[in-house]
């Protein structure tokens, strides 16, 4: 019979191998079990990651963080929602906001309403309607409210951080809390012969580690799901052709935006991600359509301020793996799976990761039941990301290069033809249980990219026309007051968590 699990061993020191090993060590301390984390400096983290989504924060708060200590130790920035430009069109924009649009009436959604009133003449940018992006456009923050009837509840945010100073961070909480980190490069993987579990991890030297539970944080690598499990791959790269990203931080120019900039290019996008200390840049693209000194000259062409750094090239293969647990392997992070970071989805796949584990930690043995959960709710997770995220690429009119031409006319997973097609005929949004991006961010993208419902729920019709238009200019109104009243976004930040100034 397979023992209890007693000793846990993460392999890697990325974002994801000190995310979990700062949540483990939190939740299952009553359990007595041992933790250890190999990492190797010799081989290092990927290095980027610094966009973020609202879910960070209960996950933190859950872990027992301390948000302006935190947010000090990482630089963090503010996050209100991520701005596209040009991706329907050039010179078009749209903020996918964390937060609502307007208020139903009468039983009726609000976008139904608007897309009756915008048919109508009568109501302006669906955006005017939500006070993240008026705050974002503003540069203002405010903290949510739990008042409900107050337009401050409507709304929630995230950060824009350093993850390696967030991994640090949480390295510093973890061995505080007893978590044993090894420094060494895993050289061989001994597995039981009988049922292929992972036994050993062997550091070279007679260094062995033994554990019952392996979460392979390995990265990119997948020393252990891939190379010990063989846990197969399913390749994306027909709906997502993007496979390059160049990376590059610059000083800080103008005003610190509390949102993320993502800016199509002619073969991908651009991203610029502002933090206290310094601004993060990236050109993520595809190779078939673009070779990596075009790219970076592009990416250079764009910068708005001197470069700190040397670009980093990275290359990565969009897909997940065909199993994410297997054995006694479980796959945290990049080693799990990689969907371009366009709507900063990985660090929250590593919390879905830890968090779906920690709900089905086995009480005894390992339960085969409990893996079929994990593999079917991540498996899930990670296709409707994929959805979301082919939907920038496939809703545009963009037809001035290869890339668009391509992206635009493919076929699409059938999963989001659905969607699309609810959409674009009737406005409705394809409600589900499980799934991170929820009504108001499918909207935001929806009519963001020009995707505008051409009929809508004939209960709109009922309600009265000018006093409904009435009801959404006074909204329009109140939340542009709001934002006018409250603190730019460099008070707030100066007020809540200031980082020390680096030189
Ligand atoms: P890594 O950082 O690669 O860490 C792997 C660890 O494994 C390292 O500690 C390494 O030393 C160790 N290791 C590997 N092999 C061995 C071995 N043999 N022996 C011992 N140790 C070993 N995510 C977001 O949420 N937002 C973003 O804005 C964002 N932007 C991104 C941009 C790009 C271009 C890329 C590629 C990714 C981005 N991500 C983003 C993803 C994010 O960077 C990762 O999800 C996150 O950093 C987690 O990485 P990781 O810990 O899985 O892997």
Not at 16 to 45: F, N, Q, Y
Not at 241 to 256: M, N, V
């Amino acid at each position: 019979m397979a023992p209890q699990i007693r000793r846990i061993v993460i392999l890697g020191g990325g974002t994801a191998g000190w995310m979990t090993a700062a949540a483990i060590s939190h939740v299952l301390a009553p359990r007595k079990v041992s933790i250890t984390l190999i990492e190797s400096d010799e081989i290092g983290t990927v290095g980027v990651g610094e966009a973020t989504l609202p879910h960070i924060r209960f996950f933190n708060q859950r872990i027992g963080l301390d948000e302006p200590e935190l947010m000090r130790a990482t630089q963090a920035t503010m996050k209100l929602g991520i701005q596209f430009c040009d991706w329907a069109r050039k010179g078009d924009s749209y903020i996918h906001p964390f937060g609502d649009y307007g208020q139903p009436a009468g039983g009726v959604d609000f976008l139904q309403i608007w897309a009756r009133l915008r048919a109508a003449g009568l109501a302006s940018r669906i955006c005017d309607y939500s006070l993240p992006v008026v705050m974002a456009e503003a540069g203002r923050f405010g903290f949510p409210g739990t008042d409900m009837a107050s337009v401050m509840s409507t709304f929630s945010y995230a950060y824009q951080f350093d993850a390696g100073l967030y991994a640090r961070y949480l390295r510093r909480v973890s061995e505080g809390r007893g978590v044993l980190r090894v420094e060494g490069k895993v050289t061989s993987v001994r597995q039981n012969p009988e049922t292929g579990h992972v036994e050993t991890l062997s550091l070279g030297k007679g260094r062995e580690i033994e554990g019952d539970l392996f979460i392979d944080c390995s990265g990119f690598r997948a020393l252990l799901i891939d190379g010990a499990m063989g846990s197969g791959f399913e390749y994306w790269s027909r709906w997502l052709p993007c496979d390059r990203a160049i990376a590059i931080p610059t000083e800080s120019a103008g005003p610190l935006m509390p949102y993320t900039r993502a800016t199509a290019r002619t073969s991908g996008w651009q991203w610029r991600i502002p933090l206290q200390h310094r601004v993060g840049n990236g050109h993520v693209y595809s190779s078939a359509f673009l070779d990596d000194q075009s790219a970076e000259d592009e990416l250079l062409r764009h910068l708005d301020a001197p470069a700190l750094r040397q670009p980093n090239r990275l290359r990565f293969r969009p897909g997940q793996r065909r199993r994410q647990w297997v054995g006694n392997v479980v796959a945290v992070g990049l080693s799990s799976g990689f969907l371009e970071p366009l709507e900063s989805t990985s660090i929250h796949l590593i919390q879905q990761g830890i968090t779906t584990l920690l709900e089905l930690f086995p009480d005894g043995p390992l339960d085969a039941r409990d893996i079929t959960e994990f593999n079917r709710v991540m498996s899930l997770e990670y296709d409707r990301v994929r959805d979301f995220l082919i939907l920038h690429y496939h809703a545009t009119e963009r037809d001035d290069s290869d890339f668009w031409n391509y992206v635009r006319t493919m076929d699409v997973p059938g999963s989001l033809e659905e969607k699309l097609t609810l959409f674009r005929e009737r406005g409705i949004v394809m409600k589900y249980r499980d799934g991170l991006f929820l009504f108001p961010s499918w909207i935001a993208v929806y009519v963001g990219q020009r995707v505008i419902p051409q009929h809508w729920d004939p209960r709109a019709d009922a309600l009265p026309l000018e006093q409904v238009a009435e009801t959404l200019s006074a909204l329009k109104r109140h939340i542009a007051d709001v934002v006018h009243s409250l603190d730019t976004h460099e008070e707030a930040l100066k007020r809540y968590c200031p980082a020390e100034v680096i030189a």
